[in-house]
């Protein structure tokens, strides 16, 4: 089965064809980062725009990459949600109107199944179920991988998503958009011990996140550090707010582990490539005698390899969508 996959959710344009559910053929980003830079985030209207003018040039690109044509490919599948509802739309009429001229199935994906579904990308012996952290620009989620397509969310942020909170970090200390992979670097030459930043655990709820206070705290401490007039090391910062995020992700993960008695643990998402998570995620899951999965970098961050995956596993489960497939920005993970 050759699957032909679209993303458009946020700021990068992507198409990817993936066979059987683990192979990909090829995986075309078009990164529009560079044209939101400027505004210090994603803006919504220009991301819509960029997308239309991509779309195809990625779409050819990926087939062509494949070395197959429209022809080859068994079925469409295509990110509707969760994300920019224009981004979305963009991605969504793309595919409803290649699968119509093609006489092909289509089937809409949920973006963070199909962040979840990176780690069979790599790791071709990895099956449900298993437990997924997921961290991206907009979810932190905790996710029990009961079966390909049956998630249940065991625990999410009350606020911030963890990639959002190092995004903010990242621009208070002036390091610009996207900020995630600024911190990661800076922090390699900073002290992760230097600021004891606070890492929240709420009480009752040992599976839920909170990312406003730490971030609150950084601001709080530049700011103190600026009024007594004391030079304050941006690598110690973005150290220890690294150290303190990573701090509670791996707790609270580690506790579902223990607790759901699996002996899997995958992460996902663009955060999942911080390397100080995955050293640390790594060491957990080694003391913890479980098993350990992580995508490559570029698996992490949107793609549509991620999306063919999982449109894989929906598509042989049976799902369809009809030509009245619509963007749902705020769609739930395991909806359909
Ligand atoms: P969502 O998937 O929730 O809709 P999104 O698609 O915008 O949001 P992703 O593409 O999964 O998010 O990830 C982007 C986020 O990952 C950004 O917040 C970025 O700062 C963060 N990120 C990327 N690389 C790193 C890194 N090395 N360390 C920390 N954060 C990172
Ligand atoms: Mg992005
Ligand atoms: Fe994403």
Redesign the pocket.
Known sequence: ILILAIES????TAAAVVKNGRQVLSNVISSQIDLHKLYGG?VPEIASRKHIEKINQVIEEALENAEVTLDDIDAIGVTYG??LVGALLVGVAEAKAIAYAKKLPLVGVH??EG?ISANYIENLELEPPFLCL??????THLVCVKDYGTYEILGRTRDD????A??KV?RAIGLG?????????LSKEGDPDAIPFPRAHIEDSPYDFSFSGVKSAVLNYINGCKMKGIEYNRADIAASF?KAVTDVLVDNAMHAVKEYGLNKFAI??????????RAAMKQACEKNEIEFYYPS?IF???NAAMIGVAAYYEYINGTRHGWDLNAVPNLKLGER
């Open positions: 959710s946020c700021d990068e994603v969760p994300g973006h963070i962040h997921v961290v991206s620009g907009g979810h998503a963890a990639g959002e190092f995004d990242a958009y996207p900020g995630g992979p600024k911190i990661d670097k690294q996902a998402g663009g955060v999942a490539s911080n390397s100080s998570l970098p992490c961050t949107d």
